[in-house]
């Protein structure tokens, strides 16, 4: 099985390779979100000096990490961490057209991927809109704005009638 190092977080046997021997055992240990699993036996260290790890992080991702980035504080998690941070909360906001009601279920959880909301347009549809787009003013109806052409070769938008209701 070739995720059976994730699936069951057992030790895997490996052929044993050239590492330090004096080094610090911190098996057992917890960094921040990493808690410490077992020596990583599958890397080839070389002239490498540093001694890996497999952690687990409090979210579930397990990972290969060096020691002395857990011990400096240097790792704190495997990035779920800085996404927490980074996490701004919508629900409620009124953007343009758009009442933000919830974190959708388009969300997927990732590295780099956008968190998306469910909003209601005044006129009543319900359109899945991401941050970036709602904070920076790009989305801020489901599309029903159209535009109609001016005889004067301007455009002016038209909006269908709002249904005062929808938003109560």
Known sequence: MENSLQLLHEKPVYVKKKRRKNYIDITGQRFERWEVLYLDESRDYGKEKCIHWICRCDCGTVRSVSGARLRKGKSKSCGCYQRDMNFID????????????????????????????????????????????????????????SKKQLANGLKKYEYPEPDPTLWD
């Open 90 to 145: 919508l629900d409620g906001q009124i953007f343009g057209r758009l009442l933000v009601l919830d974190i959708s279920e388009k969300t997927c959880s990732g590295h780099g991927k956008s968190t998306y909301w469910e909003c209601k347009c005044i006129c009543g549809n319900t359109v899945h809109a991401p941050t970036s787009q709602l904070l920076n003013g790009d989305s801020t109806s489901c599309g029903c704005k």
